[in-house]
């Protein structure tokens, strides 16, 4: 089962994240959030840069003391159809299907995707199994003519694009 995240003033205090932020600065995080999830749904815009994913998935990804994968679908202009929490694991792994990701990828009618995954370690650097789960998904998605963008790893403060670093 899927489920869309949201992180709204009311779920502050979700014991999965981190209390490294004072309430105060998470309500802001979470006001920003929103700011944003109403700029990608609603005028329309796109994201053409590794910085901006980079910039909205960190603030979506950061402080949970577990693995999680998500899918950004876009469609052909590179417009956010929808953010999707995919799999969620342990503190050191999430099992990542790609039967899975294909149908929802169908169900959305997306054109493109760009996977995330936090390492709740802080280290933003790719595992062989993080490159070898990606090459599995583009090769499957590339058979429906389904774009991979990019997959970022959000750790302690960063995120890591693999199409930046010729990786993808």
Do not use: W
Not at 38 to 50: E, F, H, I, M, N
Not at 115 to 141: C, M, W, Y
Request: proline residues 3%.
């Amino acid at each position: 089962m899927t489920k869309q995240l949201s992180l709204f003033a009311d779920e502050l205090d979700d014991d999965d994240r981190r209390p490294a932020l004072s309430r105060t600065d998470r309500i802001l995080v979470a006001k920003a959030i929103r700011c944003l999830e109403a700029v990608y749904r609603t005028k329309g815009d796109c994201l053409t840069s590794p910085q901006a994913t980079r910039d909205y998935l960190k603030l979506k990804l950061y402080g949970l003391s577990y693995e999680v994968f998500v899918c950004l679908f876009l469609d052909n202009r590179h417009r956010v159809i929808r953010y999707e929490e995919l799999f969620k694991g342990t503190i050191d792994g999430a099992s990542v299907h790609p039967r899975e990701v294909i149908r929802r990828v169908i169900e959305t009618n997306a054109a493109a995707v760009i996977f995330a995954h936090n390492h709740p370690s802080g280290v933003i650097e790719p595992s062989q199994a993080d490159l070898r789960i990606t090459q599995r998904l583009k090769d499957a998605l590339a058979l429906i003519d389904v774009r991979v963008l990019d997959h970022l790893i959000v750790g302690e403060g960063e995120a890591n694009s693999l199409a930046e670093r010729g990786l993808l």
